[in-house]
């Protein structure tokens, strides 16, 4: 029952802060964009084989490849993410001090608890950057709750699969356990140890800002709601029920996406018959004043300028 | 976005190491630029690096040409027998030629096309298109194109369209040019196609069929000539029958004067665009930009301006002619190196140039063709400036018709009647005097014959049957 309340308060307190983060920067921050290209529905069909496979390979790869590959990974998310925040130096800076801190500490320090809560605080908050990077990435270049919905209901399909069919989900967690930047948001308490997944978080934060972009903030009582209980709350107590997922102390491993799945994209088709999800530019033009132009607009104004 | 990366990488691909592009791969980055716009309402960062290629920086500048010239130049000197037989006979190396070299291989002029078209044809090539020049300075030229060609171009010209804001979903274009122009109506065709942009082909029909046209099927862009614009003009003012959705009209082909430019904005209410396009250096074409410069495309072709009477570059600020060379894989089936257009302008040092596409090369606007400036040398007057002067004095309606006789020291022109819309001829020797040129000017008599004057595109006039009166024998004979 502890581990199941410990589960559920940090599992609601990192889906709250990776969501509520993700729409701040959404509502605050412009990424630049290329010249030509916007998500559409075989980008999500990408990105889902993409996060498919890639289990699969975080299992059978070698140590020291799979460090590499997630330190490219967040190096990634982070660069592109915080480059319109932080001038290169200071980004880069910043980057490889956490990265650097959250390895050292796995090195040395997880033989306390104080060394987990450490390694903890330092993982989480490299995951949360790199997931609110990433969905406004995602969704500021133009991914849509349409794409999120299906993509939330795909992974219905696929998370209780390989968790419970097929156990990589699981066979994944314990790997990743004590592991080098765990792509995950977590907190160890005396005995107790609870985490939720990198992929969870970014589905709930994708949700959340695109749902805002399309309908607009009447949305989000709703989107908050989604979270706490379907993906967070029913998730957490579903190991009391289906013992198979339960892993000691160490957490659950809960296909939290088939609970959330299904919910998010009925409120999709209950939404979308309100009328046609807005697209960036109608967001754009409803949230920036045209004084503080951001750096896409500052281009569509020199396309203009070239005009004839 | 992921396809939409892989098809512009492989854009570059082509643009940079001179592959053939992939024409497939081009055509759906239009629908990926419009389904940008869709989403963003403009396009992302970096638009116009995409457009006009890194050529803002001198040294990348040079590195392209030079990759692109020597490319182009071995292509045409291994597969066509005229530039086999020319390249050989220059002593050229073609693995070594780039911007310095390349002016030793010889002009190709408008002749050398015309009398041994066949020769230009690269082995191997599969002729689809021909299109001829309209034959207004001369016999016509005929240039042949592959499938290829006749796909990419308009996909790259949609596609740069698209993404400046010039032709889209919600456009309706109206074509007033020569239906001879085979090139440049495929070309449109495609290109609505591509951009799902309507389409309205009528050619050069009467005047006032083209304006209800314009007002009935609601255009928005309009491509047609100096000469016929003017007409339409006259027509649109006399009879208040101007459209009133049009937002651009492209122009070409003709001197485009700025009153008549003006004339055009206030009538029929949008504003005047002079474009650069020929047919024989297709798919190189120019823009003109708001300080009324002519900047070639850098990207698909090499652009020289030479002396008058000599085969070296012209001073910057004297006057000298384009000469072209487009590059492959854009130009593939008829090549042509250094072709002598025969087009007259200044080519402007990059200090002065400081308009909104500075940074890449410009010339003034074409000042006449080489054949009128040499004739003027004697008394310094071209032909746009005898339009310009009309256009001045009178109003730029109706498309001035008129000749210039060239004496050794003076000029005489020689205008219709109606060219002048009642003023004085002595009010148009004064404008021609001020101008800076000896000249003095007579009326065509009444019973003199019309076609000895200049002729223009507008008189390519493809009338219809709404034309012929009612009632004529062959109305009621012609019509099963």
């Known amino acids: 029952m502890n581990q199941t309340l410990f589960q559920l308060c940090v599992v609601v307190g990192g889906a709250w802060l990776t969501a509520g983060a993700a729409l701040l920067y959404f509502t605050h921050v412009r990424l630049e964009r290329p010249a030509i290209g916007h998500f559409n529905g075989r980008d999500v069909l990408v990105v889902f084989v993409f996060l498919v496979t890639l289990p699969a390979l975080y299992v059978i790869l070698p140590e020291a490849v799979l460090t590499a590959f997630l330190i490219l990974t967040f190096v990634s998310a982070l660069t592109i993410g915080y480059r319109p925040l932080l001038s290169s130096t200071p980004r880069w800076l910043i980057i490889g001090a956490l990265l650097g801190a959250n390895i050292a500490v796995t090195r040395v320090g997880l033989g306390t608890v104080r060394g987990w809560q450490i390694y903890w605080t330092l993982t989480s908050i490299v995951v949360l950057l790199a997931v609110v990077a990433v969905a406004n990435l995602y969704v500021q270049g133009g991914m849509q709750l349409r794409h999120v919905a299906w993509f939330a209901l795909a992974l219905a399909v696929y998370d209780p699969l390989f968790s419970i069919v097929i156990p990589l989900s699981i066979e994944l967690a314990d790997r990743f356990a004590g592991f080098a930047l765990d792509p995950s948001i977590g907190m160890r308490l005396g005995a107790l140890n609870a985490n939720i997944g990198m992929g969870d978080l970014l589905v709930y934060s994708l949700f959340t800002i695109a749902a805002y972009k399309a309908y607009g903030p009447r949305t989000l009582p709703a989107v908050a709601l989604a979270i706490t209980v379907f993906g967070c709350v029913i998730p957490s107590i579903a190991p009391e029920l289906l013992g198979s997922l339960h892993r000691g102390n160490i957490g659950f491993v809960v296909p939290a996406q088939t609970f959330f799945g299904p919910v998010a994209f009925l409120l999709y088709l209950w939404w979308r018959r309100r009328g046609v999800e807005a697209p960036m530019s109608e967001w754009l033009n409803r949230a920036t004043p045209a004084e503080t132009l951001p750096a896409s607009s500052k281009t569509a104004e020199l396309v203009q300028a070239v005009l004839p | 976005m992921f396809e939409t990366g892989v098809r512009q990488l492989s854009m570059a691909r082509s643009l940079i190491m001179g592959s053939r592009f992939n024409v497939r791969a081009v055509e759906a980055l239009v629908g990926d630029a419009l389904a940008t716009l869709r989403e963003f309402g403009a396009p992302g960062d970096d638009v116009q690096q995409l457009l ?366 109606g060219a002048l819309r009642g003023q004085a001829a002595s009010a148009l020797a004064e404008l021609l005097h001020r101008s800076g040129a000896r000249a003095r000017v007579e009326v065509l008599a009444a019973t003199a014959d019309p076609s000895a004057l200049r002729a223009v595109r507008a008189d390519l006039r493809e009338t219809t049957f709404t034309h012929i009166p009612a009632g004529s024998s062959l109305r009621a004979h012609s019509i099963p």
């Open chain 2, 52 to 417: 006009d290629g890194p050529f803002a920086d001198p040294e990348i500048r040079r590195n392209l040409q030079d990759r692109s010239l020597r490319r182009t130049v071995r292509r045409a000197a291994a597969l066509t027998p005229y530039y086999r037989a020319l390249v050989r006979q220059a002593g050229l190396d073609p693995n070594r030629v780039g911007v310095d070299t390349i002016a030793r291989l010889p002009l190709t002029s408008k002749d050398d096309l015309r009398e041994r078209g066949r020769e230009f044809l690269a082995d191997g090539s599969t002729p689809f298109m021909t299109t001829r020049t309209t034959g207004t300075s001369g016999a016509p030229v005929q240039v042949w194109m592959s499938q290829y060609e006749a796909r990419l171009w308009p996909a790259l010209a949609a596609l740069a369209g698209v993404l400046r804001g010039e032709i889209g979903p919600t456009d309706v274009l109206q074509v007033n040019i020569s239906s001879r122009a085979t090139a440049a109506i495929h070309h449109d065709s495609a290109v609505c196609r591509l951009t799902g942009a309507r389409l309205c082909l009528l050619g050069l029909i009467p005047p006032g069929e083209s304006l209800k046209a314009l007002r009935d099927n609601g255009a928005t862009l309009l491509s047609t000539y100096p000469s016929y614009l003017a007409e339409l003009i006259e027509v649109a003012e006399r009879t208040g029958a101007a459209p009133t959705t049009l937002r651009r009209i492209d122009c070409g082909g003709e001197v485009l004067s700025p009153a008549l430019a003006e004339r055009a904005q206030a009538v029929l209410g949008a504003p005047v665009v002079d474009t650069f396009a020929m047919t024989e250096v297709l798919p190189v074409s120019a823009r003109r930009c708001r300080a009324g410069h002519l900047h070639h495309d850098l990207n698909s072709g090499y652009v020289e301006v030479v002396a008058l009477d000599a085969d070296t570059p012209a001073p910057a600020g004297e006057p000298g002619r384009v000469v072209i060379t487009p590059y492959y894989p854009l130009r593939e089936c008829m090549p042509v190196l250094r072709y002598d257009t025969g087009d007259v302008v200044r080519a402007l040092p990059d200090s002065e140039i400081d308009c909104e596409l500075a940074g890449m090369p410009a010339t003034t606007g074409i000042l006449g063709r080489s054949s009128e400036i040499r004739a003027a040398a004697g008394h310094g007057l071209t032909p746009r400036i005898v339009i310009e002067a009309l256009d001045t004095l009178s109003g730029p309606a109706r498309a001035p018709r008129f000749v210039i006789q060239h004496q050794d020291t003076e000029a005489i022109v020689i205008v219709d009647a």
